[in-house]
């Protein structure tokens, strides 16, 4: 595979991490939104405890989203730094060689 390939598919599939995390953020907020009342759940809500369950599974819901998409960020940043580091090293590479072996006609 050449180098540059690789470095495009980096890229890439940092892109779509990154795309997700954006998803995930958005579902967290969502998610985050969906409020009740207790007397617009049921006259038993708070009786029953179905109140807190309830809000307590909203707050989860969105903590775990949000984990998902610091997460996934994470992974599309960790993406980029590798494609940087390659791209570093080719470089150094390349100066470091540079003019030590010359093919001859």
């Known amino acids: 595979m050449d180098l540059t390939i690789a470095l495009e598919a980096l890229d890439e599939d940092a892109g ?18 969906l409020t009740a009342s207790d007397t617009a759940m049921s006259w038993a809500a708070l009786q029953t405890g179905l109140y807190d369950t309830y809000t307590n599974g909203v707050t989860r819901i969105a903590e775990l989203l949000n984990q998902g998409r610091d997460e996934t960020d994470l992974i599309g940043d960790t993406l980029t730094q590798v494609r940087e580091a390659y791209l570093a090293s080719e470089e150094r590479a390349r100066s470091t060689f540079s003019g030590m072996w010359t093919p001859r006609e």
């Open 16 to 33: 779509q991490w990154h795309a997700l995390s954006g998803v995930l953020g958005t579902s967290a907020t969502a998610a985050a939104g």
